[in-house]
């Protein structure tokens, strides 16, 4: 089956198609014909970006209105001649959609009719930046692709595992009742791919695992995972909470909201704002939230971007700390996304003295193909030979749980 992935977001849209079927899932022998991004729509030079398996690597710029036209251009592509993706449309199965929010609804991804649209609309409340996005191109898919399944799979779906002491926040309990306030974690897609994949490389059952996932990109969430189910992770009712990232706080005393709201004299959005836009590497550094310009400044003896990476570095320490308590140890830590399968900085800073709890790097392991070759491709072991816990890299590819998980719901496998 060659599924399309789509993930839109209010200014862009990110497209795959993955060749799968559930007997090239379980050999892990699935595969991207083509993936790509249009970027700045709405604008009369957004960018559209595309890469296929076959290294044909394409990147223009043109006006896109709307995710319409979009879509449009995507179909274009995967019709088009140079280079030939696909014979024809019809020979997408499924459409499988990134929905961000399910609240306590989804806990696993689900075929969208319109009571699951209905659904995702009454989550907007928990995700109104993301889930509105989402369902736009749900809406617009569902017209260029109207009799084919599509799917909605949901960044917190994984995390509904959570035991209620985790995901209850000690606020008065009226106000879970009243407004289902509580943590819910994002980045589901990835921690799950990512800790089966860590499972299958040790040679763990993953029912049997107990892994700490570290997803470091922009955004950034830990968790922790026993048996194959999230039972902790860091991000909470929203996005914002727990890790430092690129430009977000992450944890902070809750009082200095209203203390700095009220010695700035900002709005709520402003407040917002400046927690969500400002703040984390970006807020420290003053000088950008994309952590290879940290790293290259820090190099140069920049004195706060020194600073941003120490604090980031620090907080990850105290969660993985933290989660390897709540598990009360661990098979694995697995470093993924953009900082964590590309910065060894981070890894090294972040597992520095763990080794009295089993946590330790080879530091030759830990540079391997650092900035130089790239990404890790394939999920690589960079502990010490006498470490007891396992130190991973695992790239991340939520594309494909996606994927996936509309082929298992088109056949009613899920
Ligand atoms: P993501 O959201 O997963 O795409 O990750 C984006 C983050 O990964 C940004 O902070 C990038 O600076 C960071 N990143 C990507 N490549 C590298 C690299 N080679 N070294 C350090 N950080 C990187």
Do not use: W
Not at 110 to 139: M, R, T, W, Y
Not at 331 to 339: E, K, P, R, S
Request: include cysteine; hydrophobic fraction near 35%.
């Amino acid at each position: 089956m060659k599924i399309l992935t789509l993930n839109c977001g209010s200014s862009s849209l990110k497209f795959d198609v993955i060749h799968t079927t559930i007997e090239k899932m379980q050999r892990n022998e699935d595969s991207s014909l083509v993936r790509g991004i249009i970027e700045k729509i709405g604008s009369n030079e957004a960018i559209v970006r595309f890469k296929t398996h076959h290294g044909h690597d394409s990147k223009v710029k043109m006006p896109v209105n709307d995710h319409k036209e979009a879509l449009k251009k995507i179909i274009e592509i995967l019709t088009g001649d140079n280079p030939k993706i696909l014979s024809s449309l019809e020979e997408i199965a499924g459409v499988g959609h990134r929905v961000v929010h399910g609240g306590e609804t989804f806990t696993k991804s689900v075929v969208i009719d319109s009571a699951v649209k209905e659904e995702i609309v009454a989550c907007s409340d928990f995700a109104p930046l993301h889930n509105p996005q989402n369902l736009i191109g749900i809406q617009v898919a569902s017209e260029f692709f109207p009799h084919i399944p599509h799917v909605a799979v949901f960044d917190t779906g994984f995390h509904h595992t959570m035991p209620n002491y985790s995901y209850i926040y000690p606020l008065p309990y009226n106000i879970y009742q009243k407004h289902r306030i509580r943590r819910y974690g994002f980045h589901g897609s990835s921690h799950r791919f990512v800790s089966k994949q860590a499972a299958e490389l040790l040679g763990i059952p993953s029912e049997k695992s107990k892994l700490i996932t570290a997803h470091l990109g922009n955004g950034c969430s830990i968790t922790a995972i026993r048996g194959g189910r999230s039972v902790d992770t860091s991000m909470g009712h929203t996005p914002l909470e727990g890790l430092m990232m690129g430009t977000r706080c992450g944890d902070i005393d809750p009082a200095l909201i209203l203390h700095i709201m009220n010695k700035e004299g900002l709005s709520i959005a402003e407040a917002d704002a400046m927690m969500n836009k400002k703040s984390g590497l970006l807020g420290i550094s003053q000088l950008s939230n994309d952590l290879r310009e940290i790293e290259d400044a820090r190099d140069k003896g920049h004195e706060m971007a020194t600073l941003a990476l120490d604090i980031f570095c620090y907080r990850l320490k105290k969660y993985i700390s933290s989660y390897m308590g709540v598990l009360g140890g661990a098979d694995a830590l697995v470093f993924t996304g953009g900082i964590g399968e590309n910065s060894c900085i981070v890894r090294e800073l972040a597992t520095k003295d763990l080794d009295f709890m089993g946590i330790k790097i080879d530091q030759s392991k830990n540079t391997m193909n650092n900035g130089v070759l790239g990404k890790y491709e394939r999920p690589t072991d960079i502990s010490a030979s006498d470490a007891k816990v396992k130190t991973l890299v695992v790239p991340t590819n939520e594309e494909l749980v996606i994927a996936r998980d509309t082929v298992l719901c088109i056949e009613k496998l899920l």
